[in-house]
């Protein structure tokens, strides 16, 4: 059965305080996995796409990396208006969960000035 | 362009009505799907679209009635509505199908609650 796991849950960073988050996946042959920022009341919003292990990409202060079985979004030197709940969704082949983005629970990142 | 709309953006509902949630894209997607996120939980595919006229279940279907009579609509319908569909609902769409690795967009969401 395919599975994701975020962690932490919840992550509170001091302005500056760089960190990392977690997304553990289990999906029958990935086909890609995708990265979203949801701010409170608003829908996701895409950050980033990974195809395949050892790809990296950067937006700003985040940077997303993926190996076979987990990934990994490094926030450098955060500022508080990347507070936001970060949402990993791996896409499996049909034989998963019919081709469909499969979510996580989501990591809450709360940045103090 | 819009992007993915959806409407209305808050409904109160009582146990047994019944109502449709609306959505629509102007980027001529052929992808189309419905989410629910509750508190605790990630989001969980209700029902999707890949073309006008196709429709299939998702993770959580029961309850809810979807069609696809147009590339822009896909709407969803709560025929007898319960508490345990209190939920906030968000509509994506993608270029390509399901088992492409086209982005997905989502919808501002919409908040149901069910008395």
């Known amino acids: 059965e395919d599975q994701v796991t975020q962690s932490p849950e919840a992550l509170r960073l001091q302005e500056g305080e760089s960190s990392s988050l977690n997304c553990s996946y289990t999906v029958s042959g990935l086909r890609g996995l995708f990265w979203y920022r949801q701010d409170p009341g608003k829908g996701p919003e895409f950050l980033f796409t990974l195809y395949s292990a050892g790809e990296e990409k950067e937006k700003e202060r985040l940077k997303a990396t993926l190996t076979k079985k987990e990934s990994f979004l490094h926030i450098t030197a955060p500022k508080p208006e990347d507070s936001a709940t970060y949402l990993c969704?791996?896409?499996?082949?049909?034989?998963?969960?019919?081709?469909?983005?499969?979510f996580g629970k989501g990591t809450k990142l709360s940045v103090k000035p | 362009n819009a992007g993915v709309t959806q409407t209305p953006k808050f409904q109160v509902l009582k146990t047994g009505q019944s109502m449709t949630l609306q959505c629509a894209q102007d980027?001529?997607?052929?992808?189309m799907s419905w989410y629910r996120q509750d508190p605790g939980m990630g989001l969980r595919l209700i029902h999707y679209s890949v073309g006008a006229g196709i429709t299939d279940q998702g993770e959580v279907p029961n309850g809810y009635n979807v069609s696809r009579s147009t590339t822009e609509d896909f709407p969803l319908r709560l025929l007898s509505a319960a508490p345990s569909q209190t939920s906030v609902y968000f509509c994506a769409s993608s270029y390509s199908t399901a088992g492409s690795t086209d982005t997905q967009y989502f919808g501002p969401g919409t908040r149901l609650t069910v008395l």
């Open positions: 980027m001529n997607h052929e992808y």
């Open positions: 969704a791996p896409k499996g082949d049909y034989g998963g969960s019919q081709g469909n983005l499969i």
